[in-house]
């Protein structure tokens, strides 16, 4: 069973730092992109960040660039998304999400359907 877990939100001020943890399990690694989504209350859904499984080609939302740092521990079977210089407007539920062919996020945050899905992690960011 394909499982991926998202953890490592919380409560920031402006400004401040944090790292999220995407943990899978359920299939191969190496075989899939793996990204990172987001959603404010009362928007859509958007893409943040994404990581390849052939090269680590690395995309990034232009909201984000600079400020996010997507990697992947394989060893761990994990991803992380590093969050600096936050934001309010970073405040959302963010989700990993997996997909055997790709994953891409537009610098306007459109993304590639994903095929499978973890439960998302609360950031919320204070001014």
């Known amino acids: 069973e394909v499982q991926l877990q998202a953890s490592g939100g919380g409560l920031v001020q402006a400004g401040g730092s944090l790292r999220l943890s995407c943990e899978v399990s359920?299939?191969?690694?190496?075989?899939?992109?793996i990204g990172w989504f987001r959603q404010a209350p009362g928007k859509e859904r958007e893409g943040v960040s994404c990581?390849?499984?052939?090269?680590?080609?690395?995309r990034y939302a232009d909201s984000v660039k600079g400020r996010f740092t997507i990697s992947s521990d394989n060893a761990k079977n994990t991803v992380y998304l590093q969050m600096n210089s936050l934001k309010p407007e970073d405040t959302a539920v963010y989700y990993c999400?997996?997909?055997?062919?790709?994953?891409?996020?537009?610098?306007?945050?459109?993304?590639?359907?994903?095929?499978?899905w973890g439960k998302g992690t609360q950031v919320t960011v204070s001014s």
């Open positions: 999400a997996a997909d055997p062919s790709n994953c891409i996020v537009t610098p306007q945050g459109r993304y590639h359907a994903m095929d499978y």
């Open positions: 359920g299939f191969t690694f190496d075989d899939y992109a």
């Open positions: 990581i390849g499984y052939s090269d680590d080609r690395t």
